[in-house]
């Protein structure tokens, strides 16, 4: 369930909540990729400490291991990683784009050959509710075919077109024999829908249309960050968001440099995914205020100041750039844990910025603060994407 509190008078910018099993999420909002049911290099209680109230795993990741029969022996997923917030689950949609040399598809849905042992899983539109239902997700994701870039326009119509009688498949299954909407979310999660259609604008019209018509609790943009200019993923979004139901969520599915995320807020997203903050700590890279600082370089050798003075948090009252670096040169764990935990909590306070702006209503100001700000450092080099890690 969603409620719209209030949305800016100079874009699209919208304040929600998302009313989930376990617990009220604010939004917009970042949710931090926890793949394999742990955000890497963080504990549980870090993430919630941060005033994170959901996170995101992987269906197919999950189902390799540790199985959902064990975690549904475990009392779900909540239990079994010790996480009291929500989750959401990617379908396996993403592996279904990514495994190109590992999987099959077909009309039924795709023939997976493990990246861990070589077994063969069949995941159905159908099975992978089932799968998600085990877990014990908040959010439900629908199975889809995301086309990769580039692809003609046939190509793309015609997995958009799966992509649709998937959700179909999927939506019957999530609502049972004669359940209603309501009572399929109260006891079995939010199912959310995927928009797909690549970079084609007339595909990302009916299939915005066709998700819709479902009328889920949800609905998601996909097929987008995955090898296309930026400048046609943010003409996407701001063709496709004003189409979505406005009395829905709308999730832009791994999306996640603090740029992305302020364009796509202004058009009206309100939920976010992407591994960046974690995979760039754990690379040596971090998130600043002034923009993004590769630890690596020489000239942090002797920066006996915070990584990013703006930062309250312990990562950056207790340790300098210098020492961060000296632990990341002797490859010492605490590197990893201390970017990633600054990361993280940088993200933070971004996104509560961005929800305390549009009550108010000084959003578009916000954006032009924080972009002039970011910006006055020359980022550093770093490779960007990817939905699961």
């Known amino acids: 369930m969603f409620h719209l509190k209030t949305t800016s ?7 929600g909540q998302l009313l989930t099993r376990h617990g009220t999420v604010e939004t917009p909002v970042f949710m931090p990729v926890g793949t394999q049911g742990t955000v890497k290099a963080m504990s549980q209680e870090e993430v919630w400490n941060l005033g994170f109230r959901i996170i995101l795993g992987n269906t197919y990741h999950l189902h390799l291991r540790p199985g959902e029969e064990l ?4 009392g779900g997923l909540h239990r079994f990683i010790g996480w009291s917030g929500a989750i959401l689950t990617d379908s396996g949609g993403f592996q279904v784009f990514s495994l190109e040399d590992l999987r099959k ?34 959010v439900l994701m629908a199975f889809d075919e995301c086309a990769p870039y580039p692809s003609d326009h046939t190509y793309t119509e015609r997995a958009m077109e799966r992509t649709h009688r998937w959700a179909q498949r999927c939506t019957r299954h999530w609502r049972g024999p004669g359940a209603g909407g309501r009572e399929a979310e109260e006891t079995t999660g939010q199912l959310f829908g995927i928009v797909q259609g690549g970079t084609y604008l007339d595909l990302r019209s009916r299939s915005a249309a066709f998700v819709s018509q479902l009328e889920l609790p949800g609905v998601a943009i996909g097929g987008v960050s995955v090898g296309e200019p930026k400048e046609a993923m943010l003409e996407v979004v701001a063709h496709t968001a ?29 939920m976010f995914d ?12 971090a998130y600043t205020s002034r923009g993004r600082a590769n630890i690596k370089n020489a000239k942090y050798a002797d920066d006996l100041t915070p990584i990013d003075p703006e930062c309250s948090e312990w990562c950056c009252r207790s340790h300098s750039a210098a020492y961060v670096r ?26 509560a910025g961005i929800r305390e702006a549009i009550e108010g209503d000084r959003f578009l100001d916000f954006r032009r603060e924080f972009l002039g700000s970011y910006r006055t450092t020359q980022r550093d080099g770093v490779t960007e994407g990817g939905a699961s890690e």
Not at 9 to 15: I, Y
């Open 9 to 15: 008078s100079e874009c699209a910018a919208r304040r």
């Open 326 to 351: 000296h632990l990341y040169k002797a490859d010492e764990i605490l590197a990893l844990r201390v970017l990633t935990y600054h990361n993280l909590a940088f993200y933070a306070k971004l996104m």
């Open 274 to 285: 992407c591994v960046l903050p974690t995979r760039l700590g754990r690379t040596g890279t």
């Open 242 to 270: 004003p189409l979505l139901p406005r009395d829905r969520p709308r999730y832009l599915m791994g999306v996640g440099t603090p740029e992305d995320i302020l364009d796509a807020v202004r058009e009206g997203i309100d």
């Open 71 to 74: 975690v549904r022996q475990a």
């Open 105 to 138: 598809i077909t009309e039924d849905g795709a023939l997976f050959r493990s990246h861990i042992d070589g077994s063969e899983h069949f995941f159905s539109p159908e099975g992978v509710v089932d799968i998600q239902r085990t877990l014990g997700s908040d």
